[in-house]
């Protein structure tokens, strides 16, 4: 029993399987078997029907169910590529990370299950800049897989043929975003790209691409192998299925959970993460790294589906809860996570460029104590201004550690306005 | 033709192709969305967001997939939750638009505010004031108060030198990348980039010497600020008091340095040009200019200007009054009687030309005449005359069933302006074959790379020719209505299929094959040849063959031009500078008179010489002795030129921004030039005003008083020009075209634009017939391992370009550049000195070494000051045979 709500991992099997990054262990434990299935008793088109079948949703942040995204593959465009998003960057997302050090060959079983789905011959996995020591036991496990025919030409002596590269970035968040992490991994600057078009039919090189999340991924080869009814099973109707959820902040026990989606929030916190360190009470939780409006007290019995959390004024996103005690002044929060998007803006669109920029320096100035309560209005209004502007989703996430601190903690800005 | 799509802007119905934006939608219904990134020339980004609009696309219901209708049964719009970017937004059938809602002037306002955050707001001491999109738009849109109270970018550096020519401040940058993609995109010289992200982003040049490209300069008219600006009209740079641009007093003008004929606007003040702006014409250069036509008009002011008559007595110039000189001119030319000849530069304007060729013809009896001063320079009249390239030609808007068939020129130096056309059409999808001995920068982007041997291109133009007609791929109506002797053809060309010219001209018989099936089965066809194909009457007679068979001949977007040398050189072939040739090509009725090659023989037999506008020596410097020897020369130029030192009488000309007139471009378009700056040299006289002055003297009876006037008795006299008068030359062009290529925010572009008129060839005429003619190629492949290639370069020794201090260190020196091969195997290094002999003569050259050339090429650009290589050139053709010794 892993917790109350779930009996065995499925995607952290690295937790209940010791050394299951070697290949003979994880191939002793079933591995690759959801592979044979699919290439010898499946076509491509029926992968991609049980994953939508599934309903198995994004866990990039955006949580646009995958098998829908595979079915926009243009059928007789070819090269399609396969991208795999390993940027990694949100502030306290660290389960990709964890997957590829820990449990590789089950990202690696769910990159070509994506392939053969969509009919790509290559791979791209675009890592953040600073993963270099998860990318060694990844890269070892590419090589295993290479040398167990399990890729490259005619894996498991079948037709398909496929091969997997690995990149890394040179650091920067933005490279998250999809249409960014392309525009890098083909030498460009690291700036999102209009859509339309969308990555489907024009992605990397322009060509056909998908784009998934390494935990996204790392689902299909169980929900190949014991269908999408078993996975319905877990979550609810419309957030199906087991989630990492990655637990840091001011709780005892920080760490990677697995759960299924729609598991209570106090369940995470208090049960797993065994409450805040201090014994304090928690004063407010950011539920997605920096880019989610930050959740208040009245709403930590918020369950933990997209669904739900929307009802809650905020988003599940990369499902990175972030816990605060008491002791945080959240003005001083807020300034680190506007000096985040600062830092990060690529610069392509003015209001997130500027805005930020702005942001950045009312929030020093109020913090400084030379603000006036004006200020406060003014951050706000800033924020409003970037609002529905920006080029890409990042200026939009920016507004919102500083609208939800405000909204929920004013007096936490007003004790700095003495003028 | 795309599918329409209707729409509503405004509540104004407008039908646009589909994939239009909505911000060329509101265009064509006139209303002006506010953009910055956006520029109708590159590729959109929509990064700036100021365009934001509210857009709304009709309801559908999900069950009946019909439109939802309101009560009145007109569809319901649902708008978009956020707004739309306009210039980024396609258009869909049914979209409503509202440009400019509550929302959209709030967040235009926002924009506005988040850009001048970051801007230091210094336009009084700013370039672009008075012509800034920011600044207009925010007088427009802006909150007129800014709440941002911060240090702005006032640390950002300023004043950022880019190269020679250009200024960066990366205070006002608004990082809108019109620069970078202009570079990228038109240019095609990779030389800008953004460096850094967020609010440390800016815009640097990696390339060394920096923002290195002969196109630059029109980063400074896009840039939506003051951020780039040109070292040129930057007002506190310059040694002289700064002058703000509403001082301006702007003048329609054309290049003197394109053969293209870009139009321009010359900024003058207090009777100086102070800059040089780009005219849109987008037949000709859209709305750019290249860095020599745009920063090489310093000659006008010039201190070293000729300012007086001067007559040369006992070996010294001597200051004289125009009586004195014309006079002397007068009597001596009398005294010379058939023993006189005349060169004329091809400079000069249609109407210089055209009484040069009169006073010769009528009043001094010889035929005597020529433009071409060394070699025949890859013109050939017939070709021009007969066939050109068809009326309305725009080569930049040629697409993807067009071809263009480059053969032995490197654009770039030589047609630049073309060069940027050729590459716009290649972005379209216009098949490009470049064809040439080495490569050439439009190799980046040809579709079809042919490398033949030098000499060899007629052959391979003859393979082409026979493959079309031996796979049956020949235009056969045209064949069949209007030429003659392809019969005959056919068989002469069985001697050159591809297999017999594969191995004379080094390229595979295959690619030849396919080259030829691309050209002829393109719907619209144009060859454009160089110097670099050979000079002889069997290439021409070649490319001639190969228009007519398919059909490319006659209509808009076919046809066939030489890259012609220099802004003139169509008007000076037209109005009958050429020996041979009346104006309007008719043959002289007479005995042929002396070539220039001829005049310019030791033994050539003149008594006097009339040389105008052309330095001579300067170009060739063996040419020398001709001169010296010749009893009485009168030079008329502009400066005291090589030439100018060996005369007898100087007289002194005037600039072409001091007087108006005409040239005639590589596409037989002739254009006007206004005169700019009143007399500020009285002294100097416009050369057909020198002109009329002496037949004067001479006993002729001409009444011309301007240009203009000179121009209505050429639309007389000579027919091909019959529509050129000033009038119908200087017609701006009609509303709708102006919309057609309508170019957003505050630049000066939209001064007085004019199209020009071509004339028309003999193809032109429907009913007109031609006869195929054959001829057998010379075998005159240079014989040697390596050749000498000296092609025409932008950046020359010219006199006029040489007056820009801004260009002097572009200007090229005289090399050998030799593939890294030949270096090693002479062990030669940078630095070194070899020595060049050709059958015609020897010079010692110091090297440089280009990775791209082939190993059996050195090259040696001949305009280049001391004319080094035109002392190897046997006068025939720009490539020969020589020995390098270290
Ligand atoms: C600013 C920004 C950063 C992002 N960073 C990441 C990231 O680090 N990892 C990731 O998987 N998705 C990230 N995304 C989401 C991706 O754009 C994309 O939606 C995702 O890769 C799709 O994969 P999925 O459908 O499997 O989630 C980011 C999006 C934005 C707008
Ligand atoms: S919103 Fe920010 S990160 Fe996104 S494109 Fe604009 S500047 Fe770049
Ligand atoms: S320099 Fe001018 S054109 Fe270039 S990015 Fe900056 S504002 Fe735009
Ligand atoms: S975003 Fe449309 S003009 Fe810049």
């Known amino acids: ?419 | 033709m795309s599918d329409l799509v209707t729409l509503k802007i405004d509540g104004i119905e407008v039908s646009v192709p589909a994939g239009t934006m909505i911000i060329e939608a509101a265009n064509k219904i006139g209303r002006e969305i506010p953009v910055f990134c956006y520029h109708s020339k590159l590729s959109t980004v929509g990064v700036c967001r100021v365009c934001l609009v509210k857009v709304g696309t009709p309801g559908f219901d999900r069950a009946t997939r019909q439109p939802i209708l309101d009560v009145a049964g007109n569809p319901v719009i649902r708008f978009f939750p956020k707004p739309m970017p306009a210039c980024s937004t396609p258009v869909s059938a049914g979209m409503e638009v509202i440009t400019e809602s509550k929302e959209s002037l709030a967040d235009r306002q926002a924009i506005l505010e988040f850009l001048l955050t970051s801007h230091p707001l210094d336009c009084p001491v700013c370039d672009k004031g008075g012509e800034c999109p920011l600044q207009d738009l925010t007088y427009a849109h802006g909150r007129g108060e800014s709440r941002f109270e911060y240090q702005r970018k006032h640390t950002s550096p300023k004043k950022i030198p880019l190269g020679d020519l250009i200024v960066l401040d990366t205070e006002r940058c608004i990082i809108c990348t019109r620069c970078i993609r202009f570079q990228d995109e038109i240019a095609g010289d990779h030389v800008l980039a953004i460096e850094n992200r967020g609010r440390d982003a800016k815009v640097v040049s990696y390339t060394e010497p920096k923002f290195d490209s002969k196109y630059s300069g029109n980063t400074t008219d896009i840039c939506p600020v003051g951020a780039l600006t040109s070292r040129d009209f930057r007002f506190k740079d310059m040694n002289k008091p700064g002058v703000r641009i509403w001082e301006l007093t702007n003048v329609p003008s054309i290049s003197n340095y394109c053969n293209m004929g870009s139009n321009l606007v010359l900024g003058t003040h207090v009777g100086e040009i102070r800059r040089v702006m780009p005219r849109q014409n987008e037949l000709v250069n859209e709305i750019w200019l290249t860095n020599k036509t745009r920063f090489g008009h310093h000659f006008h002011s010039s201190s070293h200007r000729l300012t007086a008559p001067l007559i040369k007595e006992n070996g010294k110039f001597k200051q004289a009054t125009w009586e004195d000189a014309l006079s002397l001119i007068a009597t001596k030319f009398h005294e010379a009687g058939e023993h006189i000849g005349g060169i004329a530069g091809p400079h000069l304007s249609n109407e210089d030309l055209y009484l040069f060729q009169k006073l010769f013809r009528e009043v001094l009896n010889s035929n005597n005449i020529d433009h071409r001063i060394c070699l025949n320079s890859a013109i050939d009249d017939d070709l021009a005359y007969e066939i050109g390239v068809g009326i309305g030609t725009d080569i930049g808007q040629l697409a993807e069933n067009s071809a263009i068939f480059l053969l032995g020129s490197d654009l770039d130096e030589e047609a630049s302006m073309l060069y940027l056309r050729v590459r716009g059409a290649v972005r379209r999808g216009c098949h490009l074959i470049n064809a040439n001995g080495r490569y050439t920068k439009l190799d980046t982007v040809a579709n079809t790379k042919l490398r033949y041997n030098y000499g060899s291109a007629v052959h391979l133009v003859l393979g082409m020719t026979a493959t079309i007609l031996d796979e049956g791929l020949e235009d056969k109506n045209f064949v069949y209505a209007r030429l003659e002797g392809i019969d005959k053809l056919k068989t002469k060309l069985q001697a050159y299929t591809p297999e017999k010219v594969a191995d004379i001209t080094g390229i595979d018989a295959d690619i030849i094959r396919q080259a030829a099936r691309d050209f002829a089965k393109a719907e619209n066809g144009i060859i454009l040849y160089g110097a670099e194909a050979g000079n002889d009457t069997a290439l021409h007679a070649s490319i001639r063959n190969l228009a007519l068979i398919t059909g490319h001949v006659g209509k808009k977007d076919n046809g066939v031009t030489a890259i012609l040398p220099h802004c003139n050189s169509r008007g000076a072939a037209d109005l009958g500078v050429i020996p041979h040739r009346l104006p309007g090509y008719h043959p002289v009725a007479d005995e042929i008179g002396m070539s220039a090659k001829e005049m310019l023989q030791p033994n050539h037999g003149l008594q006097a010489m009339y040389i105008v506008a052309a330095d001579i020596v300067g170009e060739v410097v063996t040419c020398k002795s001709a001169i010296e020897t010749t009893d009485f020369v009168v030079v008329q130029d502009l400066f005291m030129t090589e030439t100018a030192k060996l005369a007898d009488v100087v007289l002194p000309a005037k600039a072409i921004a001091e007087r108006d007139g005409s040239y005639t471009n590589l596409e037989r378009r002739v254009q006007v030039y206004d005169p700019a700056i009143l007399s500020p040299t009285p002294t100097c006289w416009a050369d057909w005003h020198i002109i009329t002055a002496i037949a004067g003297r001479l006993g002729a009876e001409w009444t011309h008083a301007s240009a203009d006037g000179v121009m209505q008795e050429i639309t007389e006299q000579v027919s091909l020009y019959k529509h050129m008068s000033f009038e119908n030359l200087t017609k701006p062009i009609s509303l709708e075209r102006k919309r057609q290529h309508y170019i957003y925010s505050g630049m000066s572009f939209t001064a007085d634009v004019r199209e020009g008129v071509q004339w028309a060839t003999r193809a032109e005429n429907q009913a007109s017939f031609f006869e195929l003619k054959f001829i057998e190629p010379e075998n005159d492949m240079p014989q040697s391992d390596i050749i000498l290639v000296a092609p025409r370069v932008a950046y020359d020794g010219g006199m006029l370009i040489s007056q820009a201090e801004i260009l002097a260190n572009l200007i090229q020196q005289p090399k050998a550049t030799l593939s890294p091969s030949v270096a090693q195997r002479l062990s030669l290094s940078k630095g070194d000195t070899v020595q060049l002999t050709s059958s015609v003569g020897s010079v010692a050259l110091p090297i440089a070494i280009d990775g791209k050339l082939p190993d059996n090429v050195v090259l040696t650009p001949r305009n280049l000051a001391g004319s080094v290589a035109e002392q190897l050139l046997d006068g025939h053709n720009i490539f020969i045979g020589v020995k390098i010794v270290h």
């Open chain 1, 1 to 419: 029993m892993t917790n109350k709500y779930l009996d065995k991992h499925v995607l952290l099997r690295n937790k209940d399987i010791p050394n299951i990054r070697d290949i003979n262990v994880y191939i002793a434990h079933g591995g690759y078997d959801a592979l044979k299935k699919a290439l010898t008793v499946m076509n491509p088109g029926e992968v991609t029907q049980v994953v939508k079948t599934a309903n198995l949703r994004g866990r990039g942040g955006a949580g646009f169910p995958a098998g829908v995204k595979w079915s926009f593959i243009p059928p007789n465009v070819k090269p399609v590529y396969v991208v795999v998003n390993a940027d990694e960057s949100e502030p306290g997302t660290f389960k990709d990370r964890e997957l590829m050090g820990e449990n590789p060959h089950q990202v690696i079983e769910g990159i070509i299950l994506c392939a053969f789905a969509v009919g790509a011959e290559r791979a791209y996995i675009y890592g953040r800049g600073e993963f270099k020591n998860t990318f060694v036991p990844l890269k070892k496990a590419i090589d295993e897989a290479y040398n167990n025919g399990l890729l490259g030409k005619n894996i498991m002596n079948t037709d398909f043929s496929m091969d997997i590269f690995l990149h890394l970035g040179a650091g920067a968040y933005i490279c998250g975003e999809e249409t960014a992490l392309l525009n890098s991994l083909e030498g460009y600057m690291g700036q999102p790209r209009s859509r339309p078009p969308f990555p489907a039919a024009e992605g990397l090189y322009a060509k056909p691409t998908v784009i998934n999340n390494v935990e996204t991924l790392s689902n299909v080869p169980p929900i190949i192998l014991n269908g999408s009814d078993w996975y319905r099973r877990y979550g609810t109707e419309r957030s199906p299925g087991i989630k990492i959820f990655s637990l840091s902040g001011h709780v005892k026990n920080p760490g990677n959970y697995e759960l299924p989606l729609g598991a209570p929030l106090r369940y995470l916190i208090e049960e797993l993460g065994g409450g805040t360190m201090s014994g304090l009470p928690i004063k407010g939780i950011l539920p997605a790294g920096a880019s989610a409006p930050m959740i208040p007290p009245e709403h930590f019995d918020v369950m933990m589906d997209y669904e739900s959390m929307a009802e809650a004024n905020t988003t599940l996103g990369s499902a990175s809860f972030i816990v605060m005690d008491e002791t945080v002044d959240m003005a001083w929060a807020a300034e680190k996570m506007v000096h985040f998007f600062k830092h990060e803006s690529c610069g392509k669109c003015s209001p997130c460029r500027e805005g930020n920029y702005w942001l950045e320096q009312v929030m020093h100035r109020i913090r400084s104590g030379k603000g006036t309560s004006f200020d406060i209005d003014l951050l706000t209004k800033i924020t409003h201004q970037m609002t529905d502007n920006c080029f890409c989703p990042l200026g939009e996430f920016a507004v919102n550690p500083i609208n939800a601190t405000i909204k929920h903690f004013r007096s936490d800005y007003e004790k700095y306005i003495t003028l």
